[in-house]
């Protein structure tokens, strides 16, 4: 049985008005497969602790829950009231603590997950792997570029299976564009535009402070053990997504999430070579350190030739929404929320007869009925193009599909998608458009030293 109500494959011709002159819309209801099919059958229950139970680690709890393969066994953070926050999302009593290491030392502990601030990916990652645990590690995979590279080195001799949280990766709506992708349909690809917009406190990171705040609640030590030294500062503990030295801002929030599915669409898995960024703070002006609109060209090198990316993000515009495009010479491919639409141009020949205005009347007769003659009609008029669109069924959860591979991983020991190595490249992509912002230039990723210049 599908867990989702909605499975019937929902095939739904619109007339031709609809979208453009001469196209029909085939429309289909994507259908996952169950969970629990996703692991081989026999194999054991994958036993995980979660570090960072805050807003994204209990969303994570609460999207396990739908993976029957697997269970939480403990729980650390550094505000206690967010043990008792674990534990409602887990939905079971679970083993809680500030010190993440008593967790680790457990035989019995299979996997970690990680969603703490950006900042101390790389520690607990490394603790983790030190102490012989598998890793889920929530996007960006790193705070800087020598942090991502410390974090590959580490899982590649610890041979630990690491997949970093960028949960589209693993979606069925990125699958599908990538089967349309990957057929050719949209022919040569050298332009990608991808934007992320949202318009409200919220989207901009303007987070809840909760009045139990205190030192006493909150191990303030160990939240800037890897930053620079700091009072207490609630605003900087929940909103810390705001300071450079525990985030990266839109590129580490929002660009990362974009370039992961891209990579997944096409099968890029590089660092780009260029990046050039602009952009401003121009609403949210209440002490943080990164700008609310930020807009990214990148190189991406291809087996098919370059690909221009363009990134951009504003926290001051909800217009948009969320949205990739893939401008193909035979076709549009659109990721936009929950559907993805494969738009084909009628690419078939036609006589052009602009180029001809500058002429006299007998050149261009002349030109037309070389070019008929160069071009007979064919004996049956070609299909009218057909544009298809697939969208998810409601309730649909691309993070529960996620920890499903990563569990599936954990147990065969094969790699995953977004592994470290393409979350590390996507974070790299994310690093770059910072460079790039704050250093009014060009960023140039040197593969030689595995460094970023200007
Ligand atoms: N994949 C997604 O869609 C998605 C969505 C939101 C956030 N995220 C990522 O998840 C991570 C967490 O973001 P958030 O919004 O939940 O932040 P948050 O501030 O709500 O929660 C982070 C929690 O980590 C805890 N923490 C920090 N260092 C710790 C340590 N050494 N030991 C134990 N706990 C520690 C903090 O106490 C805090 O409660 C970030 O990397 C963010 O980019 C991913």
Not at 177 to 190: D, F, K, N, Q, T
Not at 216 to 234: E, G, K, L, M
Not at 410 to 421: G, I
Request: contains cysteine; proline residues 6%; charged residues 20%.
């Amino acid at each position: 049985m599908n867990r989702f109500s909605m499975t019937r494959r929902d095939f739904v011709r619109i007339g031709a008005g609809a979208v453009a002159a001469g196209a029909a819309v085939n429309a289909t209801l994507l259908e996952p497969a169950p969970l629990a099919a996703q692991v081989d059958p026999g194999t054991r229950k994958i036993r995980f602790v979660i570090v960072g139970t805050g807003i994204r680690g209990c969303d994570l709890l609460r999207a396990a829950r739908q993976v029957p393969t697997g269970e939480c066994v403990g729980a650390a953070d550094l505000y206690t009231t967010r043990h008792t926050a674990a534990k409602e999302a887990w939905g079971a009593d679970i083993p809680a603590t500030s010190d993440y290491r008593t967790l680790f030392d457990r035989k019995d502990v299979d996997a970690v997950l990680v969603a703490t601030s950006d900042h101390l990916h790389r520690r607990v990652t490394l603790d983790a792997v030190a102490a012989g645990k598998d890793v889920y590690c929530e996007k960006p995979m790193s705070h800087s570029v020598a942090d991502g590279q410390a974090m590959v080195a580490a899982v590649e001799a610890g041979n630990r299976i690491f997949q970093a949280g960028s949960q589209r990766v693993s979606s069925i709506l990125y699958a599908k564009a990538r089967e349309i992708y990957a057929s050719g349909r949209l022919g040569e690809v050298h332009s990608i535009d991808a934007q992320w917009n949202r318009n409200s406190p919220g989207g901009a990171w303007v987070y809840p402070i909760p009045p139990d705040a205190s030192p006493q609640t909150v191990d303030w030590d160990r939240f800037i053990q890897d930053a620079p030294p700091h009072a207490f500062d609630p605003v900087r503990f929940f909103r810390w997504r705001l300071f450079a030295d525990y985030s990266s801002g839109l590129g580490g929030d929002l660009f990362v999430h974009m370039l992961s599915g891209i990579f997944t669409i096409t099968g890029l898995n590089s660092p780009p070579t260029r990046a050039l960024s602009s952009g401003g703070l121009y609403h949210y002006k209440d002490g943080r350190e990164f700008p609310d609109f930020l807009e990214t060209i990148y190189d991406y090198p291809s087996a098919n030739g370059p690909i221009q990316v363009h990134v951009h993000c504003n926290q001051n515009n909800d217009d948009a929404g969320e949205r990739i495009s893939f401008f193909g010479s035979k076709g549009t491919l659109v990721v936009n929320g929950n559907s993805v639409t494969f738009t084909p141009q009628d690419v078939t020949p036609r006589f052009e007869g602009y180029g001809w205005n500058g002429m006299t009347q007998a050149q261009r007769q002349q030109g037309m009925d070389e070019w008929r003659a160069a071009h007979p009609a064919p004996a049956t008029p070609p299909a009218a193009p057909e544009v298809e669109t697939f969208t998810l069924p409601k309730g649909y959860n691309d993070t529960a599909e996620h920890i499903a591979n990563f569990y599936r991983a954990v147990n065969t020991r094969q790699h995953v998608v977004e592994d470290e190595v393409f979350g590390n490249h996507a974070a790299i992509g994310c690093h770059m458009a910072n460079y790039s912002y704050f250093h009014r230039t060009i960023a140039k990723w040197d593969e030689a030293t595995k460094a970023v210049e200007g």
